[in-house]
């Protein structure tokens, strides 16, 4: 388990955020966050689908296709509306986010992400980290495998 206060995931954005109220004000808004920790959109969100993997007995989340009528892409599981409110709440009293703005134009975010990622190993971080979690993928194919399982069943 990280210490409390670790960094657990990077990502860059590149879009301008603003306050939406619907969001716990200590988080800005923009539409990758609002996927993240508003809406709840684990299909469309790999730090929401790592956070369920990891929390699925936790919290009690089923895994299913991100999208019912049109099953597919199971490693982008999605989660059932119920344990996507848990999941948000969750991360909402227990994540805090930060950002750093981007000085200039002329810095290359996706290379300000990676050297960060590959410095500082965030375990949530799946791609680009050299010291990858394998209970953090054993976890995630877990949740793949459940989805998968959900349209043969249903």
Not at 73 to 97: C, H, K, P, Q
Not at 114 to 128: D, G, M, Q, S, Y
Not at 130 to 144: E, F, G, I, V, Y
Request: aromatic share 6%.
């Amino acid at each position: 388990m990280p210490r409390h206060g670790a960094i657990l995931d990077i990502a860059r954005r590149t879009q301008l955020c603003t306050h939406d109220s619907e969001i716990p004000k200590r988080f800005a808004t923009c539409a990758n966050v609002r996927t993240h920790f508003g809406e709840g959109k684990t299909g469309s969100a790999t730090v929401r689908r790592s956070f369920a993997a990891l929390l699925r007995e936790q919290l009690g989340l089923m895994a299913q296709p991100r999208n019912r009528a049109k099953p597919g892409y199971f490693a982008n599981f999605g989660i059932s509306e119920d344990g996507e409110v848990r999941l948000s709440e969750w991360m909402n009293r227990n994540l805090t986010l930060s950002t750093w703005p981007r000085p200039s134009e002329r810095i290359v975010l996706d290379s300000v992400e990676t050297l960060v990622i590959r410095e500082w190993c965030p375990p949530i971080n799946v791609a680009k980290n050299p010291r990858k979690d394998p209970r953090l993928s054993a976890a995630r194919k877990r949740m793949a495998t459940d989805a998968r399982a959900w349209v043969e069943v249903c």
